[in-house]
């Protein structure tokens, strides 16, 4: 895919929403809300299909990242993707701890390591 820059798309219908709890250095806990959007393909001259998702409580509430794949299935994976990265790099620059992450391999690997885990005290 070339360095075209397409125009962004809205959440729209949400079809899949995890939450996770991290926690800061001092042990407060930090709630994240992952929302995934229904792939759609725009009417757009590229015919790509995108896939919007937002990750709330890491301080890019505002964003909607919405990548494109051939096919709504493409972009789904690349959302999935896309999010482990945002999370793994904000975590990292806002000094957040995930208590319950796994060596789990499975992929997309975040999935698995940013659990809902709604026994936690809070």
């Known amino acids: 895919m070339s360095d075209v820059t397409l125009p962004k798309i809205p959440l729209?219908?949400?079809v899949a929403e995890r939450h996770c709890i991290l926690w800061d250095s001092e042990?407060?806990?930090r709630e994240?809300?992952?929302k995934l959007g229904a792939p759609i393909q725009p009417e757009t001259v590229s015919g790509l299909f995108r896939c919007p998702a937002q990750i709330l409580g890491l301080g890019v509430d505002h964003i909607v990242y919405d990548p494109a794949g051939e096919d709504a299935f493409v972009a789904l994976c690349y959302a999935l993707?896309?999010?482990g990265q945002v999370l793994e790099e904000a975590s990292k620059s806002l000094n957040l701890h995930n208590r319950?992450?796994?060596s789990e391999t499975?992929?997309?690997a975040w999935v698995w390591q940013y659990m809902d885990h709604p026994n936690e005290p809070t």
């Open 32 to 34: 994240i809300i992952i």
């Open 27 to 29: 042990g407060r806990q």
């Open 106 to 108: 499975r992929s997309p």
């Open 12 to 14: 729209g219908t949400v």
């Open 81 to 83: 993707d896309l999010v």
């Open 100 to 102: 319950y992450k796994t």
